[in-house]
């Protein structure tokens, strides 16, 4: 969603998929307001938030139940599908939640890893050290779930005439 773009991502916030399909539903609540904490540390950082299924769902089981106030801050925001468990990006078009996303200007993307075109290199960040600890010192068990990798370099790249979406390192730029 939205226009072409050219953003450079200062930090990455990844939900990791499995271990927050693991949990129960009333800790998912407790990963959706982690994200608002570190939405407000994040403000003006340029980060990319990343989690399993639909953001901002009343469904815990469908995504991660944030509230549009708890992720406000992020440049970007992409749906990880996970077909596995049937967890696959949907937005309510027409919801507020969906509304308020379009008109602050946050980045969409949906990440369909299992098809044909699209590539999801997750291991580029978890090979990073996670300072999820570092900005929530009180939250030890967060960084279990939770990752936050600075990723000083890298830079998000769209253009919808091509349905074409690209993130890497800076060194790594295509023209489009």
């Known amino acids: 969603m939205g226009g072409n773009v050219r953003l450079p991502i200062g930090y990455v916030v990844l939900v990791k998929t499995l271990p927050y399909l693991q949990l129960p539903d009333r800790e998912k609540y407790t990963v959706a307001r982690r994200i608002g904490m570190l939405n407000e540390l994040l403000k003006g950082k340029n980060a990319m938030l990343i989690g399993p299924g639909r953001w901002g769902t009343t469904t815990p089981s469908l995504g991660v139940p944030v509230r549009f106030t708890e992720l406000c801050n992020?440049?970007?925001?992409?749906?990880?599908?996970?077909?596995?468990?049937?967890?696959?990006?949907?937005?309510?078009?027409?919801?507020?939640?969906?509304?308020?996303?379009?008109?602050?200007?946050?980045?969409?993307?949906?990440?369909?890893?299992?098809?044909?075109?699209?590539?999801?290199?997750?291991?580029?960040?978890?090979?990073?050290?996670?300072?999820?600890?570092?900005?929530l010192p009180e939250e030890p068990e967060a960084e279990k779930v939770i990752g936050v990798y600075e990723t000083q370099g890298l830079q998000l790249y769209s253009d919808i005439t091509k349905q074409l979406v690209y993130c890497a390192p800076e060194e790594n730029t295509i023209d489009i």
């Not at 990006?89 to 602050?104: A, I, T, W």
């Open 74 to 135: 992020m440049s970007a925001m992409c749906e990880l599908s996970y077909s596995a468990r049937g967890v696959a990006p949907e937005l309510s078009y027409g919801s507020h939640f969906f509304q308020d996303v379009v008109e602050s200007g946050i980045f969409y993307a949906a990440i369909f890893g299992e098809r044909e075109g699209v590539t999801y290199h997750e291991e580029y960040l978890i090979e990073r050290e996670n300072k999820g600890r570092g900005f």
